[in-house]
């Protein structure tokens, strides 16, 4: 892969750990950081570089190819992913007494999901290193996402997934493909059964964060959030946080734009959201440990069912430089949050997505939220992938 030509104009220059800064090559395989087991970033030549670079006229999450990694478009695997519309809820601003509450709508995404842009980049990526086959454990989206893109990369895809998922989620793995494995347990028993596939096969594991790819994806949320509110961000943005790919990413966006002046601050203020059936990073945020008794459930947002995330100390990183927060909301109150907002806007969202809601109306509760604020919500699947 050395001295590749470069004609999507990426200005990528090397890999980081996220911890010491160490440099790592771009061009060659990596997965996580060898030095202190930390994920690696994607760094960026923006000396001199404006977002005037943006291809206009391509709409989907592939317009920022110069601050994604891809070097030659003929390893691109794209379904139109990204460029996801921003709706206001004018009918639920007014019921909760506030001026501007919009949703960002990933689950027009190709596989119904945001699992799509970080999957149509990690599966270029590797199509673009040369890697045949791929395993990657997921709570459900994922596997999907990943399904369709090795699909159309000619790339064999292997998915874990736990037993009790949807069997949505899993039926359209088979449809794409895929070999499907089930276990018992949440998705911290699938990512070692994928650890061990990968050993004993060659298999690439794309395992969230332990894989550098899969964020540069996610980031393209950052990128549209700025473009699509005219570069004014809004002041508090919602999400609905598993993994973390998505937060880490979108805050990754924010800091390149600032880099390149597209964007000024202050930057907002980033809310992380999980179900109290699972919420380590709940836990890490507000008490710095996990409690000793933590016993981590499943959920009907099965994203957010991760009980033991890679990337916690990025994750925390985001919201202690943007003074966010981290907050949990009940079963009850995402199921009844997600018949609310289709009563009232229209829209059935993913439970993951109607927490987002559920948490906003804790914040103007208890004032942390202020009524003028401009707040963003993150929606990031579709209802209908939960049947």
Request: charge should be neutral.
């Amino acid at each position: 892969m050395k001295n590749q030509q470069i004609n999507t104009g990426s200005l990528i220059t090397h890999l980081v750990c996220s911890k010491c800064n160490a440099h790592f090559d771009h061009q060659s395989i990596q997965t996580f950081s060898t030095c202190c087991n930390v994920p690696l970033s994607a760094e960026y030549d923006l000396s001199n570089q404006t977002i005037k670079a943006i291809n206009i006229e391509d709409y989907s999450m592939w317009r920022y190819q110069f601050v994604l990694p891809v070097l030659d478009s003929i390893n691109i695997i794209s379904l139109n992913e990204g460029f996801t519309p921003i709706t206001q809820l004018k009918k639920l601003s007014n019921q909760l007494s506030i001026n501007s509450l919009y949703l960002k709508d990933e689950a027009v995404n190709p596989t119904g999901s945001f699992k799509a842009r970080g999957l149509s980049m990690g599966v270029s990526k590797a199509k673009e290193l040369g890697i045949k086959r791929m395993v990657i454990p997921t709570a459900g989206n994922a596997g999907g996402a990943m399904s369709a893109y090795c699909a159309k990369a000619g790339i064999e895809a292997t998915v874990i997934m736990p037993k009790h998922t949807a069997d949505t989620l899993k039926e359209e793995c088979r449809l794409y493909g895929a070999d499907l494995i089930q276990m018992d347990g949440l998705i911290d028993a699938c990512g070692k059964k994928a650890r061990e596939i990968a050993a004993s096969t060659g298999a690439f594991d794309m395992s969230t964060m332990k894989e550098p790819y899969r964020l540069e994806g996610k980031k393209t949320l950052g990128y549209e959030i700025a473009e699509q509110f005219n570069w004014e961000i809004p002041d508090i943005i919602v999400y609905p946080a598993g993994g973390g790919t998505g937060l880490i990413g979108i805050w990754k966006a924010f800091k390149e734009l600032i880099a390149m002046n597209a964007i000024k601050g202050p930057l907002p203020k980033m809310v992380l959201v999980q179900s109290i059936e699972c919420s380590p990073m709940v836990h890490l945020f507000n008490e710095g440990q996990l409690p000793h008794n933590y016993a981590p459930k499943s959920s009907a947002a099965f994203g957010l069912a991760v009980p033991y995330p890679f990337a916690t100390a990025m994750m925390l990183s985001v919201l202690k430089e943007s003074n966010g927060i981290a907050l949990t909301v009940t079963e009850k109150e995402m199921e009844a949050g997600v018949e609310a907002i289709a009563k009232i806007e229209g829209l059935l969202l993913s439970p993951e997505g109607a927490a987002t809601y559920v948490a906003t109306q804790q914040l103007l509760k208890t004032g942390w939220a202020k009524n003028t604020d401009k707040i963003l919500l993150v929606n990031t699947g579709s209802w209908y992938k939960y049947r």
